[in-house]
Every structure is written in C-alpha cells, then in structure tokens.
C-alpha cells in the first residue's frame, strides 16, 4: 500500500510517508521506500504523457485545444522558466503541498517541452527534498496522534 499511495497522483509520499509510519514501518523505512516509488513517477509520466499525446494529436479537436493550451501555459510561466530552469522545478515538486508533486512536475515539464532527462533528475531531487520535510514533520507529529489519526479513518 506505501508504494501504491506513493505512485499516486493524490497521495504521493505526502500520504504514503505517514501512512507507513502508522503500519508500523520505522520512519527511515518508510521515507526510503516512498521515495524510492515516488521517483518513478516522471518516467511513467514522461512515458505516458507522450505516446498519449501521439495518438490523440490526430485528433483535430484534441490538436486545436492542446496548441492553444500549450502556448498560454509557454507565454504565463517562460520568465520563470528563464529565471529558475530545473532549480525552480525542484523546488516546486519539494514543497509538500496538494498538487505540487512528481506528477505535476512531470507534467509541467512536459508541457514546456523541458529535457526528460534534466527533469527527471530535478523532480528527483524535489521528490527526496519533499520526503525528507514529510518524515520530519512526521517525526515531529508523534507516535500517539499519528495513530489515532489513522484509526479514525
């Protein structure tokens, strides 16, 4: 389940951390383990993201929309781009706030047509950032609110 919650687009680590602490698992543990998962996310994304691309591209309707969708997001966010690159991707996949993990990075890195590969490692390093935060706000939390919090739900 750690590795399932970790995969996650709603979850990621950001669920699968505490969740796995409240299972039993030793913080350590359980941050390895969700971060070893969540750190797969941009290849199953990047993967994804464009041979689902290629096949709806044929796609008159699908085409019109995803240009225009395309460049409003290039035009909003290339001064940041500029500014920050793979730094400010990092950063952003680190803060463990909803929609701000691997799968939003991926697809942010997608869409602005970034290199696969200096993402990946970006995001990486944005996914172990985020997991470290978890654990310590984890640790932080303590033993007796973490599981009454997970048995009440």
């Avoid at 699908?62 to 400010?88: C, I, L, M, N, T």
Wanted: no cysteine.
């Amino acid at each position: 389940m750690t590795i399932l919650f970790s995969i996650l687009p709603i979850s990621e680590l950001r669920g699968a951390i505490p969740y796995a602490v409240s299972q039993g698992f030793s913080i350590p543990s359980a941050a390895v383990v969700s971060i070893l998962a969540n750190i797969t996310v941009p290849l199953i994304a990047f993967l994804f993201l464009e041979s689902l691309h290629k096949l709806f591209y044929r796609i008159p309707v699908y085409k019109r929309f995803f240009d225009r969708f395309v460049e409003k997001s290039r035009a909003k966010v290339h001064a940041k781009v500029e500014k920050y690159g793979y730094w400010g991707l990092m950063i952003f996949v680190a803060i463990p706030l909803p929609v701000t993990g691997a799968w939003t990075g991926a697809l942010g890195a997608w869409v602005l047509g970034l290199s696969y590969k200096k993402s990946f490692f970006a995001i990486a390093g944005g996914v172990i950032l985020a997991g470290l935060i978890v654990s310590i706000l984890v640790a932080l939390w303590g033993a007796g609110t973490r599981t009454i919090f997970f048995k009440t739900m």
